[in-house]
C-alpha cells in the first residue's frame, strides 16, 4: 500500500502555505504550485477541486495545529500551577518563549493571510476563519472567567474583548515583526500583554 498521495497532499499544503505566507493567495497560483511540488495539474486536482478547497485545507491543518499548540502549552502551565491567574501569566510566558526560539521567527498566519483577501474565498472559507477566531475567543474568555471569579479586576473589563486581546496581540505581533525586521517583537508583544493581565487581576502595589 502506498502513501505516496497522502505525501503529495502535505507537499502540495507545505509548498502552498509558504508561498501564500510569503505573497499571499492571489500571487500564488496553482500552475506555481504543481511546477514547485513537481506534480501535475490533475495531481493537484486529485487532492483539491481549487484554490477555495485548497485555503480550507490550509486553514483548518493550520487551526488545528495553533488549538495543539494552545493546549499544549496552557495546559502544561496549569500543571505547574492549579491557580488561574498564575497558569495564564506562565501560559504566556511559555508561549513567548516558544516564538522567540524559532530562528528564523514565526512564519506568520495562514488566517491573517485569508482575512486579508477574502474576497477571493467562498462562504465556507470566510465561516471557517470567523469560527476560528471566534473559538479563540471563547478558549481565552473561559480562561479569564475562570481568573476573574478568583481574582477580580482591577478595572472593568469586557472579557469577549480580553479574549480576543490575546489573538489580536499575537497576530498584530507577527505583522510588527515582518514589517520591522526585528527578532523577538512577537515575544516581546506577547510579554506586555502578560504584565497587563497580572496588573489587571493582580493585587495592588503597596
Known amino acids: 500500500m502506498t502513501t505516496e498521495p497522502a505525501d ?13 505566507l510569503e505573497k499571499g493567495f492571489e500571487a500564488t497560483s496553482i500552475e506555481e504550485i504543481v511546477a514547485s511540488v513537481g506534480i501535475s495539474k490533475g ?18 491543518r493550520y487551526i488545528s495545529a495553533e488549538d495543539r499548540l494552545y493546549d499544549d502549552l496552557f495546559g502544561r502551565a496549569r500543571e505547574l500551577n492549579e491557580d488561574p491567574l498564575h497558569a ?6 511559555l508561549l513567548a518563549e516558544l516564538l522567540d526560539d524559532m530562528p528564523n521567527g514565526h512564519p506568520g498566519c495562514v488566517i491573517a493571510a485569508t482575512a486579508y483577501q ?3 474565498f467562498d462562504k465556507g472559507v470566510r465561516d471557517l476563519n470567523r469560527d476560528a477566531i471566534l473559538g479563540w475567543r471563547q478558549r481565552f474568555r473561559g480562561m479569564f472567567e475562570e481568573i476573574a471569579a478568583q481574582h477580580p479586576p482591577r478595572e472593568a473589563v469586557d472579557l469577549d474583548a480580553l479574549g480576543d486581546m490575546v489573538s489580536s496581540v499575537v497576530e498584530g505581533a507577527l505583522v510588527l515583526e ?20 497580572r496588573l489587571l487581576f493582580g493585587p495592588a502595589p503597596m
Open 88 to 93: 495564564m501569566l506562565i501560559g504566556l510566558k
Open 118 to 120: 477574502d474576497r477571493l
Open 43 to 60: 495531481g493537484f486536482f486529485y487532492h483539491f477541486k481549487d484554490k477555495n478547497a485548497l485555503a480550507r485545507a490550509l486553514l483548518e
Open 8 to 20: 503529495t497532499r502535505t507537499r502540495i499544503l507545505d509548498y502552498a502555505e509558504e508561498a501564500v
Open 178 to 197: 515582518r514589517a520591522l525586521g526585528e527578532k523577538g517583537t512577537v515575544a516581546a508583544q506577547i510579554i506586555q500583554l502578560r504584565t497587563y493581565v
